[in-house]
């Protein structure tokens, strides 16, 4: 875990292109920032399938990205091509680009464990390491050297209350992470995410298993670290892509009658009023108002 980062994008701002510099709008303007990433043609293959075809899109810094669709049109794939964590499934292979500040994501001299420390990734199923609470945030940052207690204490602490969990856990950071409800567990996840500090925060579905109170804490403590960080959120769930997101990339499933293959497509990707509201797409009308999927 200890290989030299030079190779990626240590320091993002400054594998930044002159031509990407990043130009944020003025408040309230409707003009995206910097696209961070940008998916040009990518195709992800698990051994001879093809799972999805052809997705294009840029996602924006700062702005929290909500992927829609029905089950198996390839939401989970094309999140895990963000961050190179297909690099893990046996037989996945991605074919077109990815770019993430500007450099290629899949260059050979990209190091994948790198890139997941720089791209987090938080899952549908809390996840808690069987070590205390401290641990399980302390974890990452431990890998990346860190041993001094007082620093440790000051990122657990910080990483918990950015993740919205520091006051139900303060007095009970040696307890384990295996002993938190459903909600808590998931936020620790998180806050074992941002303990290391990364630049993007990909989650796959991470309320599917809360109730509503849970998911209603984790969709604010979304709005509230996104001034920092830029989140790409897969959800089965409409109304929380029109809670939290400012951008909608809604996939379906495209099935070819004359060889019987599904292969996953990007259709329609937009500001989130307008995917919801003015679709031009009768596929994204038909999905959002509920008529299929
Ligand atoms: N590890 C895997 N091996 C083989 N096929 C997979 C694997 N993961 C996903 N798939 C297939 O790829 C397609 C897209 O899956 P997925 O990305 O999980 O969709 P979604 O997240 O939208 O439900 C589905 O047909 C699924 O069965
Ligand atoms: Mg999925």
Not at 32 to 58: C, H, K
Not at 61 to 85: D, H, Q, W, Y
Not at 276 to 288: G, L
Request: hydrophobic letters at 35%.
């Amino acid at each position: 875990m200890n290989e030299p980062e030079q190779n990626v994008i240590a320091n993002p701002q400054s594998a930044e292109p002159e031509s990407q510099v990043r130009s944020r709008p003025a408040a309230g303007a409707p003009g995206p920032g910097t696209a961070i990433f940008a998916a040009q043609d990518v195709s992800v293959y698990y051994s001879s399938f093809r799972a999805v075809t052809d997705v294009s899109l840029s996602i924006y810094e700062n702005e929290i990205t909500a992927f829609i669709g029905p089950s198996g049109c390839g939401k989970t794939t094309v999140l895990r091509t963000l961050n190179r964590m297909n690099d893990l499934v046996a037989g996945a292979r991605v074919e077109g680009e990815v770019h993430y500040r500007g450099a290629s994501l899949y260059a050979k001299d990209v190091s994948p464990t790198a890139v997941r420390r720089r791209i987090g990734m938080v899952f549908q199923k809390p996840n808690p390491f069987p070590k205390s609470i401290f641990d399980n945030v302390a974890y990452g940052p431990r890998i990346n050297g860190i041993r001094n207690r007082g620093e440790l204490n000051e990122i657990v602490e910080r990483a918990l209350r950015q993740a919205a969990l520091w006051d139900e856990v303060k007095n009970r950071l040696n307890a384990s992470g295996l002993s938190l409800s459903g909600g808590q567990a998931q936020r620790l996840c998180i806050a074992r995410t941002l303990a290391v500090e990364p630049d993007v925060v990909l989650m796959d579905e991470p309320c599917s298993a809360l109730d509503p109170i849970a998911t209603g804490a984790i969709e604010d403590l979304m709005r509230e670290i996104k001034s920092r960080y830029t989140i790409v959120i897969v959800t089965h769930n409409m109304q929380q892509a029109t809670r939290v997101s400012d951008r909608t990339a809604f996939y379906s499933v495209l099935r070819d009658e004359h060889s019987d293959t599904r292969t996953g497509v990007l259709v329609e990707y937009g500001r989130t009023e307008q995917i919801f509201e003015d679709p031009v797409d009768s596929r994204t009308k038909a999905y959002v108002t509920g008529r299929m999927g």
